[in-house]
């Protein structure tokens, strides 16, 4: 089961448990719109392109649409519907102002130049330029999209309607971004962590993570609990993965990383596969990297007590139950991971206002989040005996349902 | 035949003279039944008309696996009539609730008169065709009838969802 059937699966979980009715959960679940466009552009060669560009916008409930806009030659439409439903359970989680979208382009820029890949992104900006605005759907990176795209759509966008860097996030900080969005998804999943922990007595400090994964999410939530006294014993990236039981200096291993391109090799470290590191000895275990990398299997062999999913969709339902069952409590990535779309609402706010925050207004702003939407879900999942991620949905279901009932069906 | 002006109050007798229901009744089997007895039964190919000559009788029709009781007849009732004009099956089955005696037409009989040119059976068939027209009328009501509360019932249902829905946020599952 992939991202976006996980995604259906703990919805629909969490909707039987509130013995919601069939027409209800296809309100719901079924989105708004879904908007395609045939995006033609001129190759650097000659020869013309023909790409297809399209987007899902889920709910407006809450507010305006918010999703990334992902290029991949391989795009899938229920796919991008879930995901874009995904939005909206996140956004609604954590209390921000949006609904969920989702959308992109199936060419694939690791064989393109980048003088097309900027044709391509602003001739889909003039096609769809007015179905997204700053208060209508504001696109953000994802797969092979990034802040320079997120300027040529702010860019193209605002040839057409006048300044608006509110039309997009993940801008660069020269360009209207925000302080603290890149590590913003990394120290959220460190506060969930901090929080999780507190609710049984613990700390950060002390306690021992593994986390799988050292692109920006692993390694900034890496760096964030090493800087907390966490004990991080053992990292993993696409080459592999290193291990140390008294914990590893995150600092140089980052360093490692910026010359090496990878943490294999770091001295003083014994190797650890992708999958071992799963089942690693830890007290918390953050996947921050593919989806469905906790299946079954792996779910009976889990050692860590705590779970703080940094990745989309990390943990399979089967497994899901299986660690319920063994008391492995986890918190679900709609809540754990939500620090980057948080970030990227004060991006939009500031945008808005055209006034800059520091950092530490934005990582402190950030942290309150955070916690207090860790709160509403524990308590939530304590009154009801309820898993976290099932309160977590339950939560957002609550939202984005009073939300449609208020604004009429 | 003894007793034809008795029959003048059979509904499809109505406009008929005495000699033209003696010509319809001529050579009809009256049937002896006991309580409980079938008339003829739902589905069994229609061969004649019946007149309930004494006694009473039930209609009763299949729904599901049971036969329910549709409405009961009382002495000149005419059943069947559409056993005399088609050979479909009949559409619903005739039982005796007491000792009843049935006067048979059958659609031999039918036939060779209305071959003949019979002006009896001719009024016959069309007070058939009117009785056959009040009651398409009546289905028809009833049909609209019923449209209409299913049409109420589900529209009672589609606001019951979202009442149980906001009470189930903003009650069951409000934090």
Known sequence: ?409 | MTGVADYRDVTIFEGLTDAEIAEVLEGSQPIQLEAGQAVFKEGEPGDGLFIIASGKCMVRRKAGDKEIDLAPLDRHAAVGEMGVLAQKGRMASIYATEPTVALKVTRERFGELLAKGSCGVTKVVCNIARMLSGRLDKLNSQFGALTQKVEKETKKEAVQDLRKFKDQLYKEWAF
Not at chain 1, 51 to 78: C, E, I, N, W
Not at chain 1, 165 to 188: F, Y
Not at chain 1, 271 to 287: F, Q
């Open chain 1, 1 to 409: 089961m992939n991202a976006f059937e996980a995604t259906n699966w703990f919805f629909t979980k969490a909707a039987k448990r509130m013995d919601l009715a069939d027409r209800i959960q296809l309100m719901l679940k079924q989105p708004e719109r879904v908007i395609e466009v045939e995006v033609s552009v001129e190759l650097d060669s000659g020869e013309l392109a023909n790409f297809t560009g399209f987007r899902v916008q889920h709910s407006p409930a809450r507010g305006p649409y918010k999703g990334g806009l992902r290029y991949h030659p391989v795009m899938d439409a229920d796919h991008a519907k879930s995901l874009a439903s995904l939005m909206t359970w996140k956004t609604a989680v954590v209390d921000i102002p949006y609904g969920g979208a989702k959308g992109g382009i199936d060419c694939d820029p690791t064989k393109m130049s980048e003088a097309e890949v900027e044709r391509v992104t602003r001739k889909f900006t003039r096609q769809i330029h007015e179905l997204i605005g700053p208060y209508v759907d504001i696109p953000a990176p994802d797969v092979n999209t990034n802040a320079t795209t997120m300027a040529w759509i702010m860019s193209e966008y605002s040839k057409l309607h006048g300044f608006s860097p509110a039309v997009v996030t993940g801008k660069p900080v020269d360009l209207h971004g925000s302080q603290g969005r890149e590590e913003a998804t990394g120290r959220g999943c460190m506060y969930a962590a901090e929080e999780l922990l507190a609710r049984f007595g613990k700390k950060v400090e002390g306690t021992t993570f593994a986390v799988q994964g050292f692109g920006n999410v692993g390694s900034h939530a890496a760096r964030l609990i090493h800087g907390k006294g966490g004990k991080v014993v053992a990292v993993s990236d696409v080459k592999g993965g290193i291990a140390d039981p008294n914990g590893l200096n995150i600092p140089s291993v980052i360093d490692h990383v910026k010359k090496t391109r990878s943490v294999v090799g770091f001295p003083g470290t014994s190797p650890v596969s992708n999958e071992e590191i799963l089942t690693y000895p830890c007290d918390v275990l953050l996947p921050a990297a593919l989806d469905g990398v906790i299946t079954k299997e792996i779910a009976s062999e889990v050692r860590a007590k705590y779970i703080v999913e940094g990745a989309n969709a990390p943990t399979t339902p089967e497994a899901d139950e299986i660690l319920d069952r063994r008391e492995v409590v986890s918190v679900p990535d709609i809540l754990a991971n939500a620090g980057g779309v948080t970030v990227s609402y004060f991006e939009w706010v500031q945008n808005l206002q055209q006034f800059k925050w520091e950092k530490e207004e934005v990582d402190a702003k950030l942290h309150r989040v955070m916690r207090k939407s860790f709160d509403t879900v524990y308590n939530l999942a304590t009154s009801k005996k309820i898993s976290l991620r099932t309160a977590a949905f339950c939560v957002a279901i609550g939202r984005v349902g009073k939300a449609t009932l208020l604004m009429g069906v």
